[in-house]
């Protein structure tokens, strides 16, 4: 299903396509694939090229490990998530490696290597949809992440699927509009709220 942006200025066919559905099909994604997604994801900027993302993924081949990525995402969440062949968790290294100092950067920059992320799955003919909805506790206890690490995101990554799948309020969010705040609202010039 196409949800194309409604774009007041141009921008990239690639932006103005991606959004992120909660119908995924079963259908495995490729490994060459998978790994694309990731190699785009490490060619982000970051802060003194401190580089602070990782990932945990969790491919549905691996019943195991699958089910204890899935069981780390809100229950609400794990209703539509389940569906996707692939599951992943982004986290940020919170020191810069060279000097042990906080990288208050890190965060943005991880950002950044997610964006990376979602705009080649798009290209790639994949969906994926970032998630709030997990336990970083979780996360924390059952893959033994350091505590220089920050669980940030949880990401369901596949082939979409058709809206039908869904059933109730998630079938109504899947088909609703796609809305975002116009430029006046968070582009100012001169000073606070002055519209550029």
Known sequence: MKKTAN???????????????????????EREKLLSMFEAARWAPSAFNAQPWRFLAAEKSDTADY?????CLAEANQTWAGKAPVL????AKKTFAYNGKP???????????????????????????PMAGFSVDAVRE????PEDYEPLVAIAAGYEGEPD????????RELEPRERNPLEKF????E????L
């Open 67 to 71: 089910a204890k990525m899935l069981s």
């Open 142 to 145: 059952k893959y033994n992440v």
């Open 187 to 190: 582009v100012f010039s001169k």
């Open 88 to 91: 992943m968790i982004l986290l």
């Open 7 to 29: 774009a007041a200025h141009q921008i990239e066919s690639l932006i103005a396509e991606r959004w992120s559905p909660r119908a995924f099909l079963e259908k495995p994604v």
């Open 165 to 172: 799948q869904l059933s109730g309020d998630l079938k109504t």
């Open 103 to 129: 990288n208050r950067w890190a965060m943005h920059d991880c950002g950044l290597a997610l964006e990376n992320l979602l705009l080649e799955t798009q290209a790639l003919g994949l969906a994926a949809h």
């Open 192 to 195: 606070w709220e002055k519209s």
